[in-house]
């Protein structure tokens, strides 16, 4: 009778055990989540800015070969990802959008292409803004003052690009603080729940003399082990989730590199560990604390 006991006291024990790891797995996903999401949008934004353009147009005694002598100087300058040059037919072709508009377009000049040879560029994702975009310009027109006719670029795309993604960063943030509040939570009910069963033996060990130190370390090395593990699980769950989406929506392309798999990796390692261990620590002081008639 007390081996049976004994088993389903383990079992029940080991089946608190899991249920505690998946509970906190599923949060740490939903956290790991909202951060994917975070760092994949910088990514973006990054793309985003680094695709505005300008545009150099240039004095109409300047030449091809001056145009294209100013080019590989620019591409020296540090404020530029891109430096390229745009031929009179490229820029009709950009301008119409396809041969036959373009074809339309020489045939009202009888032949002669309007569209100068210019100079494009796309600015560091730093200075892609409204104050880096006008410093770049005005350095532009200080250093080719007399070549360069005009800069020109899309100032409502510049404005555009930075808030809008201003407004979604600070919509992440905000989903992420909920999230880790609800996990926190959450995750402190678990382990409360946990350590529930487990009260009496807190006690048995505190009135044989054992010091509190000594009752809460197999404890908190366990929150840490259930820290870790739930943290391994949730981001495991998470890569499968972008492999999945990878391989079900064609037009969509989910992907990370090494530096963000390792900051996931690590935040939600530090972020259970920490939590777990928070949590462990107050449910066990509060059953340290209590006196024995107070546990039925």
Known sequence: MSKGASK????????????????ISLVLFMIGLVMAGILGLENVQKQAKESLQGDVFFKADINEADIK??????KTWTQFSDVFFVSPERAIEEFSGNDQNAKEILAVFD????LPPTIGFKPKEELANKEGMAS?????????????DEVNYDEASVESV??????????????????????????????????Y???????????????????????MLQAIAQGVISAVIGMALLVTLFFALNNWLESIEIS???????????????????????STWF??????????????
Request: proline share 2%; net charge positive.
């Open 283 to 296: 449910a066990l002081n509060k059953y340290l604390r209590m006196k024995l008639d107070d546990l039925y």
């Open 8 to 23: 389903y006291g383990k079992l029940g024990l080991r089946t608190s055990y899991i249920s505690t790891v998946i509970g």
């Open 162 to 195: 930075n808030l809008g993604f201003k407004q979604f960063v600070f919509l992440f943030l905000a989903v992420a603080l909920l999230l880790i509040v609800i996990a926190v939570a959450m995750i402190n009910n678990t382990i409360r729940l946990a350590l």
């Open 136 to 148: 770049i310009k005005k350095e532009l027109l200080k250093t080719y003052n007399t070549q360069i």
């Open 111 to 114: 032949g002669e292409n309007p």
């Open 69 to 74: 002598q100013i080019e590989q100087e620019l």
């Open 256 to 278: 990370f590199d090494l530096l963000t798999f390792i900051i996931l990796t690590t935040a939600l390692l530090l972020l259970g560990a920490f939590i777990t261990l928070i």
């Open 197 to 219: 069963s487990k009260r009496f033996t807190i006690k048995t060990m505190q009135l044989v003399g054992a010091k509190s130190s000594y009752i809460r370390r197999p404890f």
